[in-house]
């Protein structure tokens, strides 16, 4: 395993339709993020994920998004009646809980970027 | 709100020469400092990070120093090198680790 995997790498949509991302983590990775990042900016979180628990969403985040992580391995995030306003890199990370340390950076993945036309 | 500021969206240095890229936060209970490096087409790369009860933390080239008074902390990057060139991001967050947020990132060109 060589790291955080995402797919598509693009993905270009029209307006109102629905899109589905898929990140797959470092396989002993049990904690998952995924963060938006438009030009300019930095990355902005959007949710995070305790193996499957979703313990923590952003006000970013609005009913339109929706993520998941079925078995604590790979995340999905689904964007329905997509907005230009989505159009996006969508980046995903994941990182180790290691016994004794309350913080752990971040591996990121290559990101999903997102088009809406 | 933007928690997490840097203020020069860019920076050039000369090869050898030391790279000082800087960062500002408004939120007292971050205890958390990271800073990544980012290529085009690429997700963000994890380079080092430095806790409130240090004020400085050093990893070969890279060196992160942090004031907490000032809610400021930079990161030096000496010798610099032309593959440093990057965009960089300062992240932080605070003891529960679950929400990290970031600068808007320095572009960092390094001449040969």
């Known amino acids: 395993d060589t790291g955080v995997s995402q797919d598509p790498r693009h993905k270009i949509t029209k307006r109102g339709q629905n899109v589905t991302f898929r990140c797959d983590p470092i396989?002993?990775?049990?904690?998952l993020y995924w963060y938006r990042q438009t030009l300019g900016q930095g990355p902005e979180f959007l949710t995070y994920?305790?193996?499957?628990?979703?313990?923590?969403k952003s006000r970013l985040l609005s009913d339109r998004f929706s993520a998941e992580r079925p078995k604590g391995s790979f995340s999905t995030l689904e964007i329905q009646r997509t907005e230009q306003g989505d159009s996006a890199m969508y980046l995903c990370?994941?990182?180790?809980?290691?016994?004794?340390?309350?913080?752990?950076?971040?591996?990121f993945g290559p990101g999903t970027r997102l088009t809406v036309l | 709100d933007q928690q997490v500021k840097q203020n020069s969206p860019s920076l050039s240095v000369q090869e050898g020469r030391i790279s000082i890229l800087n960062c500002d936060y408004t939120?007292?209970?971050?205890?958390?400092f990271l800073w990544y490096k980012k290529y085009p087409a690429e997700g963000p790369t994890f380079l080092i990070s430095?806790?409130?009860?240090?004020d400085k933390n050093e990893d070969g080239r890279f060196t992160v120093f942090l004031n907490k008074s000032a809610k400021h902390l930079s990161l030096h990057i000496v010798p610099s090198q032309p593959g440093d060139s990057a965009v960089y991001f300062c992240?932080?967050?605070?003891?529960?680790?679950?929400?990290?947020?970031f600068g808007t990132g320095t572009s960092l060109t390094v001449i040969p």
């Open positions: 992240a932080a967050s605070w003891t529960t680790g679950n929400q990290f947020y």
């Open positions: 990370a994941s990182s180790p809980q290691r016994q004794g340390f309350a913080y752990n950076e971040q591996f």
């Open positions: 396989s002993e990775h049990n904690r």
């Open positions: 994920f305790q193996n499957e628990a979703q313990l923590e």
């Open positions: 939120n007292s209970m971050f205890d958390y």
């Open positions: 430095i806790s409130s009860i240090k």
